[in-house]
T-cell receptor
Framework: GIQVEQSPPDLILQEGANSTLRCNFS?????LQWFHQNPWGQLINLFY???GTKQNGRLSATTVATERYSLLYISSSQTTDSGVYFC?????????????FGAGTRLAVHP | EPEVTQTPSHQVTQMGQEVILRCVPI?????FYWYRQILGQKVEFLVS????????KSEIFDDQFSVERPDGSNFTLKIRSTKLEDSAMYFC?????????????FGQGTRLTVV
């Protein structure tokens, strides 16, 4: 089945620093979403980005579908950015109706 | 802003008991899903549901599990004869169209603890 790999697995930042999270996937997809899981366990939608670039405040994301990767950029990080960031893909051969999640990047932002 | 809502937020149950997790998807969405996340692990797909029937299910979704849309607003996951390893966060999600071609929105989750 499709493989979704996220890197780095863990990231520690000082407040104000910038970071780039990466998601690689092994098959062509029609859906790619980035989520932030907060300390209470909630999955917060960040981006729906099967291709192209989007920005929302300090966060932006780019997906290069032809090269099968996506990047999530966090600028001027804040302690509230801490949590786990998941990439999830869907719409691939044999799996139209589901999202497959990566293992996540655990981010800790220290003041 | 429309959102997916799940109840209860936490549930503790005795091993062997049946539990029903409830979800209210976004009102104009047609596709519904259940996912689970065992503590510290990745989120895993369980089942997708469309037009009152299961459209896809994972290997995890065996005879112990069932889903139902009992009325026009609720979507439920029933787990029969719960086991310790069923302890996890269960997420409901919905989308306007088939999951691979549109954004899925997730509820806040139900944390199930089997003791």
């Amino acid at each position: 089945g499709i493989q979704v790999e996220q890197s780095p697995p863990d990231l520690i930042l000082q407040e104000g620093a910038n970071s780039t999270l990466r998601c690689n996937f092994s098959d062509s997809v029609n859906n790619l979403q980035w989520f932030h899981q907060n300390p209470w366990g909630q999955l917060i939608n960040l981006f729906y980005i099967p291709s192209g670039t989007k920005q929302n405040g300090r966060l932006s994301a780019t997906t290069v579908a032809t090269e099968r990767y996506s990047l999530l950029y966090i600028s001027s990080s804040q302690t509230t950015d801490s949590g786990v960031y998941f990439c999830a893909v869907g719409g691939f051969s044999g799996g139209y109706n589901k999202l497959i999640f990566g293992a996540g990047t655990r981010l800790a932002v220290h003041p | 802003e429309p959102e997916v809502t799940q109840t209860p937020s936490h549930q503790v149950t005795q091993m062997g008991q049946e539990v029903i997790l409830r979800c209210v998807p976004i009102s104009n969405h047609l596709y519904f899903y259940w996912y689970r996340q065992i503590l510290g692990q990745k989120v895993e797909f369980l089942v997708s549901f469309y037009n009152n029937e299961i459209s896809e299910k994972s290997e995890i979704f065996d005879d112990q599990f069932s889903v139902e849309r009992p009325d026009g607003s609720n979507f439920t996951l029933k787990i029969r004869s719960t086991k310790l390893e069923d302890s996890a966060m269960y997420f409901c999600a919905s989308s306007e169209r088939v999951g691979g071609y549109t954004e899925a929105f997730f509820g806040q989750g139900t944390r199930l603890t089997v003791v």
